[in-house]
Nanobody, 115 residues
């Protein structure tokens, strides 16, 4: 079955960086676009970043443009989210998803930005 396992979250100070990873299995990874979503307590889930199946095109939410970078390694069946210049408002659970619109979701990894 499809599995998406996120890692790399944690506590970081404002201005810091984190790199999230999402290891995929159970489907042909290279055929699917992938995305990162996030959900903060009491807020709606929101799309953070998207990458096409081959990695040739990406899209970002306005609130992360210039700070976050999505990438993928199809040989490793892994999608990444490099997050720089983190702000307290980036605090959320971050999930990776398969497909667009999403057909599968990972459990998520907590990112907390706080001094």
């Amino acid at each position: 079955q499809v599995q998406l396992v996120e890692s790399g979250g944690g506590l970081v100070q404002p201005g810091g960086s984190l790199r999230l990873s999402c290891a995929a299995s159970g489907f042909t990874f290279s055929r699917y676009p992938m995305s990162w979503y996030r959900q903060a307590p009491g807020k709606a889930r929101e799309l953070v970043a998207f990458i096409t199946s081959g990695g040739g095109a990406t899209r970002y939410a306005d609130f992360v443009k210039g700070r976050f970078t999505i990438s993928r390694d199809n040989a490793k069946k892994t999608v990444y989210l490099q997050m720089n210049s983190l702000k307290p408002e980036d605090t959320a659970v971050y999930c990776c998803t398969q497909g667009s619109p999403p057909v599968s979701w990972g459990q998520g990894t907590q990112v907390t930005v706080s001094s």
